[in-house]
């Protein structure tokens, strides 16, 4: 059976090491977009076009066929994770979507007031 997890959290929540040590794969994460050189570099303008980058890479995984996916982003609200729900369908992937809900530093030095915002509107 192919299944795609979705796996949700405000930064420093968990997503990525949740990931590595349950399904042991790299998740596709929107946050790739912006590492360069082994730096990571966000610019504001650009979240859209990470995220489409995630998707597309994503999609090329189960156009390959890839068994265990897992997409790691924040997916606050639920329809900003409806487009990868859409791919499985086509691709004819189980969803599994994991909330990761841990207290750890986030790695992209988020600051605490924008980590507020988003737990607050954060859709179960």
């Known amino acids: 059976m192919k299944t795609l997890y979705i796996v949700r959290g405000v930064p420093g929540s968990g997503k990525s090491t949740w990931v590595r040590n349950n399904l042991h794969i790299k998740p596709f994460e929107a946050d790739d977009f912006f590492m360069r050189d082994g730096v990571y570099r966000y610019i504001p303008d650009m979240v859209p076009r990470a995220h489409e980058f995630c998707k597309r890479r994503c999609e090329n995984a189960m156009k390959e066929g890839q ?42 030095n988020v600051p605490d007031d924008v980590i507020t915002k988003m737990r607050e509107r954060f859709e179960y």
């Open 67 to 108: 068994e265990i996916i897992a997409v790691a982003n924040t997916f606050t609200r639920k329809w900003e994770y409806s487009k990868y729900i859409e791919l499985a369908e086509e691709y004819g992937y189980e969803i599994v979507i994991h909330v990761c809900k841990g207290n750890y530093q986030n790695i992209h």
